[in-house]
């Protein structure tokens, strides 16, 4: 069939929304037709090269759509039903699918690849030429054709432009919260960028049952969003928190302090390290550029305070438990996902919404299909 996706080239060249071949979903695969697309940042750092990927690639790993067609063997899903895409596949076999980190599935190993998991080819070409996807997935295109291992069935009445968030970005931040951060009640969290991830991060600060949450953002309507979705305390920079955040816990410091800035940077971890606690972790949630190789801190703080730095991928969260997990929390009113979409844009609107995700405009932009 022809359908059309945002495709990128070229490393630093804009999106261009073009129409495609896709072939049938083959053994194991499924074909969505999408409703709704999250701009993550992510994206962002495949077209800065930041995140290398093969190319060109379809865009988009946040998804959420209709199924249209299943290939032979597949039994988790079936035409009509309603389905998100996780950005990590999960198998349900592999040693980590088992033993409860599905966001380390070992069918991750494709990631960078982008074509599909079953036989390594492609089902998206342009002129010939094979397409790869965005983590699998390829969310910017009106159709794709998906491993079943990457389909999260939803209720059939599940609406689908917010259901699309909680393919990456509510499950990351929420996760990095509360499963790399190990918030536990009581506790005091600092959130450092309050984007798709971080905004979801302070909704999982409040699930878990903080005391105070103190985000950190240098645009001024960041500041607004985190504090209408729960932080106690906002600051502009992670330096001008420090006093902030020495006040509010009596001296003891934060207990996580999740990193979800736009760009990761290693200059800023010694920093994050002075606002965190005895026996406290610094989560890096954001993605570093490839080519950055030095983090600045002192191991002192290592030994002494036993303080941690801890990656987290996906929120540490499992696809198959924690989408559907935070999906019924939604339903009965304790997370937020409407509030989290501040624009809506057509598929040929694709670069504009990521200079609006640039120029700090958005909590979450989505390209809706409907
Ligand atoms: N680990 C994972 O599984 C995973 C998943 C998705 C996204 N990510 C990464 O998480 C990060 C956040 O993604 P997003 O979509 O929310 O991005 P975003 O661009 O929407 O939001 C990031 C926010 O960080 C703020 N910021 C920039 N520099 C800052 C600084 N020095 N101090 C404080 N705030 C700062 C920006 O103003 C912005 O509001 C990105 O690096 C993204 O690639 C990681
Ligand atoms: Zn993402
Ligand atoms: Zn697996």
Redesign the pocket.
């Known amino acids: 069939m022809r359908t059309r996706a945002a495709i990128l080239h070229e490393v630093g060249k804009p999106w261009s929304v073009e129409e495609i071949d896709l072939d049938p979903p083959q053994r194991g695969e499924v074909l969505v037709r999408l409703a709704a697309a ?1 701009m ?4 962002e750092h495949v077209m800065t090269g930041d995140l290398p990927n093969r190319l060109p690639v379809i865009g988009g ?2 998804g959420a759509g209709i199924v249209e067609e299943v290939g032979e063997g597949v039994e988790s899903v079936r035409p009509g039903d309603h389905v998100v895409f996780g ?1 990590i596949p999960s198998c349900g076999r592999c040693p980590s699918c088992v033993s409860g980190h599905g966001n380390l599935c070992d069918l991750g190993a494709h990631l960078a690849d982008g074509f599909q998991v079953s036989d390594h080819t492609a089902r998206h070409h342009l002129h010939g030429e094979d397409l790869a996807l965005m ?1 699998l997935v390829g969310s910017f295109a009106e159709h794709t054709v998906v491993n079943e291992a990457t389909c999260i069935k939803l209720p059939p009445d599940a609406p689908l432009d917010v259901a699309c968030l909680l393919g ?2 509510v499950v ?1 931040g929420w996760g990095s919260a509360v499963y790399a951060g190990g918030i536990r009640p009581g506790d005091d969290v600092v959130v450092v960028g309050v984007g ?2 971080g905004i979801n991060a302070v909704q999982g600060a409040v699930s878990a049952g903080a005391r105070h949450i103190v985000a950190i953002d240098p645009v001024a309507f960041k500041r607004e969003q985190a504090l209408a979705f729960g932080a106690t305390h906002v600051a502009a920079d992670l330096d001008d928190a420090f006093e902030l955040v020495r006040d509010a816990t009596e001296g003891r410091m934060a207990k996580a302090v999740i990193m979800s800035l736009s760009t990761g940077r290693g200059d800023l971890v010694a920093s994050a390290l002075k606002l965190t606690g005895k026996r406290g972790r610094v989560v890096i949630t954001s993605i570093h550029p490839v080519a950055e190789t030095e983090v600045a801190m002192s191991a002192w703080d290592l030994s002494l305070m036993e303080k941690q730095v801890v990656g987290s991928l996906f929120g540490s969260a499992s696809p198959r438990v924690d989408i559907l997990r935070l999906w019924n929390l939604h339903r009965a009113g304790q997370l937020r996902l409407d509030d989290l979409i501040t624009r809506r844009y057509r598929l040929d609107e694709v670069n504009a919404g990521y200079q609006d995700l640039r120029d700090g405009r958005n909590l979450r932009g989505i390209i809706d299909f409907t």
Request: proline share 0%.
């Open positions: 999250g993550c940042r992510s994206d790993h946040e950005f983590c990456c970005g990351t798709g991830i």
